[in-house]
């Protein structure tokens, strides 16, 4: 039996986002996995260095549509940790409602996509119709749908008004129902259940061993949640279960993301509920001279990890681990062994990002490499 | 049973869509839109050209700036930084053009 290399991708392997996987087929089935990456990279890191740390939050922020508050998030984190800034109740509280919201708008769009990659384009519209609810409050709350750029260092662009606390419980209220029902399909439906059951399966050994994060650990019975091992925002007042399952497959998966929306609709109305009376600061420009600092949320696809360090008052380096960075690697190991078939669900059910975790990583194993910053921008170009 | 409910109750349904163009959609009110800039107030103390994180804008001189909205990433903060408030976000979103000029150009 001769082996064949069949490429999926660069367009579109299993989310709408470029990667090539070489697979080396025997049959139908896969013996080995080779990755390329790096068709989006934008070198926002480098775009980051030399700006203030005012405008390097909305560039910080443009990393990824989807958790675009996250990445927010966690550069103010990271700021707020270097100034030593406290802010007060009501900025916290608001911030925890907003980013739950958008765990949900990302977990129902994954959901939706996952359902269209096993052929269910029915489930994927209801969830995606669902979603477009929070989209709406995005866009009422906010300004924007997608870049909501709500978050400033120490304070917020707006208040949420009592009408818009109105609209958020609405919002839940309506999707509650129908995300119960959409969940109870997919645990039953027969043909979801012979596409999920039993692929792709990761045992904790190899999830630790990869060091993946997230809700994708979580489905392999790892409790790994930066919500409760390192709280911010309102994280600590609040009771919210961190939901982890043992069996490790897409099916799983599937069905924790879908348990977590209905978490974080508790933990949103529980925010909500909370909310104090008190104004929210006025804007100010933030003055900072130096200083270093690390900083990391729980972004709905796992830790997202900032490192900046500023000089004279502008960014001299910044570092971004996103989660899909720590964990891509381990497609190499779950692939081997599957059916073809199977590839873009295995995928798919890890939800990867891939155009905000291409990073520059240089790592060689029998060379070593000594360069200057210099030569190393020259080199990579970035 | 729960999908089959749905379509059963979608059949009886309004569609979902809307029909922008003949229909014209309102954006929310806190939308951020195509920049409008007040020349007149304008004390031309270049902060907005500063603060702006992609060098969108433009100064030419007091009362006279272009926002490049070709390039401009809609983030708010020359609106944030302007001492005498005078640029300001409308609702206009339908302005996409393949002459980058009139992305230039202001809406005054
Ligand atoms: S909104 Fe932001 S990107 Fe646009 S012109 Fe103002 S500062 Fe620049
Ligand atoms: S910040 Fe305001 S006042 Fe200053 S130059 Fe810009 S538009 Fe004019």
Partial sequence: MHDFVMPVGPQSPALKEPMLLKLKLEGEEVRSVDMRLGYTHKGVEGLLEGKNVDQAMYVASRICGICSISHERAFIRTVEDMMKKEVNERVKLIRTILFELERISSHLLWAGFMMHEIGFDTLFQYLWREREGVLDLFESICGNRVHKNICKIGSLRYDIAPVQEREVLDCLDSMQEKLKDYEDEIKKNKVIKERLKGVGKISKKTAIEYGLIGPNARASGIDNDVRRIDPYDSYADINFKTIVIKKGDAMERTLLRMREVHESMGIIRQCVEMLPSEKIPKFSLTNIKEGEAIGRVEAPRGELFYFLKVEDGLIRRAKVRTPTFAFIKILEKILKGVKIGDVPVIVASLDPCFSCMERVLVAKEDREEWMTEAEFRRKYSC | ?108
């Fill in chain 2, 1 to 108: 049973m729960g999908v089959l409910k749905e379509i059963i109750i979608n059949f009886f349904k309004e569609p979902f869509t809307e029909l922008h163009p003949f229909v014209k959609k309102k954006p929310k009110e806190r939308f951020r839109g195509r920049i409008l800039y007040e020349a007149d107030r304008c004390i031309g103390c270049r902060l907005c050209e500063k603060y702006c994180p992609v060098k969108a804008v433009d100064f030419h001189e007091k009362g006279r700036i272009d926002f490049d909205m070709g390039k401009c990433i809609y983030c708010g903060l020359c609106r944030d930084v302007c001492p005498v408030k005078c640029i300001h976000y409308t609702h206009a979103f339908e302005y996409a053009s393949s002459n980058k000029e009139k992305l230039r150009k202001n809406l005054v």
